[in-house]
């Protein structure tokens, strides 16, 4: 099925917005505006790469933060004969079919997760995609018998069985089975029924764990990613009788703070924690009759955000150095000369421009940047927010120092969620701090997917 274009978000052609807004300092662009930071993109992309390399485990990059084909090159590298994604809107996947069709091209095997237990409506869209990309190019997330039941209209439609993931709650209650009742209401049974018919080959067991934003050490995360792992091992060991025996099953697991931590395993000391996991990933399939091996799934790894930055997954802290993600915009007011009880701010950014996201760590809605401005005793936070402006002030509520800003001045705000604040923008502006050090002058422009 052709996607009508009434089902996406028009935009302007890439050659416009290049001739706009290439070469121009972000300071004088229309604001607000989205900026990436590549040079920072490229090196978290490319240390979770080393990262799955060095451990032996499988790695599936998932797209929803930045729903561009761009940032999928980096997260996926250019080495691996695998390319494994996750997508959460269908849209996504359609966007990236001529990234994939080049990838296939060079010899590479796509794997497509559409990343939500299979509803109808989506069947016949990820059925094209089926059909564009060839066979067990699209996966599904299963973990109810009725939704089954739709795979039979995928291979009717696309002519080809899809690839099936069963999900497992692994105490994050969002979606999925517990261990013990991975077989609801007959569930294994029916997905190997599907099998007989073509209509279904199954991957393994999946999992989602976001508990680990709550962490703030590695060794928690680690701990996290551990009990996710050991979850979706007991679902395979109390089932085994039930699951095929003539192919090695994935257990894939992730969010990004755990999956970040396990970039701590290629350390030299570990803490027994540490090493408990590192056996884990090493020999999964210890004592189960099924020969497994591990996928670790992750998508805001390669932005990051005030969120991520609060589980200390990153020794530095920097959301300088670590955060590639910001939004640019503009003073609108001060308020300096005692009208309020402390110093503040107005700035043209609001909940539309932000997300209104909170963050455990800090009590802001986004971080100032030191991006062109003095420095204070305290940070500057978004302190209060509202639909089109939001009020900065300092981190220490009792600090009387005036705001050193000025109406009209650009300021960078490092978001507490790139995944939200990314979805508010139809296009990302792109710096490379690697060239022009204080990463301020647009390189290149990323249109993005919007919608469904």
Avoid at 357 to 384: C, D, F, K, M, N
Avoid at 409 to 433: E, M, R
Avoid at 434 to 441: F, K, Q
Wanted: a negative charge.
């Amino acid at each position: 099925m052709d996607v009508p274009s009434f089902l996406t978000r028009p935009s302007p052609s890439i050659t416009e917005l290049k001739q706009f807004y290439v070469g121009k300092d972000i300071n004088d662009v229309p604001k607000p505006a989205v900026v990436l930071d590549v040079a920072i993109i490229k090196r978290h992309c490319q240390a979770m790469l080393d990262a799955a390399s060095a451990l032996n485990v499988g790695f599936r990059a998932h797209v929803k933060t930045h729903k561009t084909p761009q940032a999928t090159r980096l997260q996926v590298g250019e080495s691996s004969p695998e390319v494994n994604l996750v997508i959460s809107t269908v849209l996504e996947g359609e966007m990236l079919v001529p990234l994939l069709q080049e990838f296939q091209a060079a010899g590479r095997s796509v794997n497509v997760l559409y990343g939500i237990p299979l509803v109808p409506s989506q069947v016949p869209r990820l059925a094209a995609l089926a059909r564009q990309l060839g066979e067990k190019s699209i996966a599904v997330i299963i973990d109810h018998p009725d939704q089954v039941d739709l795979l039979a209209t995928f291979h009717k439609l696309s002519g080809f069985a899809a690839c099936v993931f069963l999900k497992v709650d692994s105490g994050y209650h969002r979606a999925g089975l517990p261990p013990a009742k991975l077989n609801k209401n007959g569930l294994l049974e029916k997905v190997a029924a599907a099998e007989k018919q073509g209509h279904a080959f199954l991957l393994g067991v999946y999992s989602h764990n976001s508990l680990s934003y709550s962490g703030t050490t590695p060794d928690e995360l680690m701990a996290y990613l551990n009990e996710e792992i050991s979850s979706c091992r007991d679902a395979l060991k109390q089932n085994s009788q039930l699951l095929p025996t003539d192919r090695e099953l994935v257990i894939s697991v992730g969010a990004t703070p755990q999956v970040v931590s396990s970039q701590h395993l290629l350390h030299q000391s570990l803490s027994s924690g540490a090493k408990a996991l590192k056996n884990l990933l090493h020999d999964p399939d210890h004592d189960i009759n099924t020969k497994v091996k591990v996928e670790l799934h992750a998508g805001v790894y390669p932005f990051l955000d005030m969120q991520q930055l609060g589980t200390n997954v990153h020794k530095t802290r920097d959301a300088e150095s670590e955060i590639g993600i910001a939004v640019v915009a503009e003073v609108c007011s001060v308020y300096n000369n005692g009208e309020r009880s402390q110093p503040e701010a107005l700035v043209a950014a609001g909940s539309l421009a932000l997300g209104r996201e909170p963050a455990a760590s800090y009590p802001g809605w986004g971080l100032i940047s030191a991006w062109r401005r003095q420095p204070g005793a305290s940070r500057l936070l978004v302190q209060r927010i509202s639909q089109e402006h939001a009020i900065i002030s300092w981190e220490d509520t009792s600090d009387q120092s005036k705001i050193p800003l000025q109406i009209g001045q650009s300021v960078k705000i490092f978001p507490n969620h790139a995944c939200i604040t990314g979805a508010l923008y139809g296009w990302y502006l792109i710096v490379d701090s690697s060239e022009d050090g204080d990463g301020s002058r647009v390189v290149d422009v990323w249109p993005r997917s919007t919608g469904w």
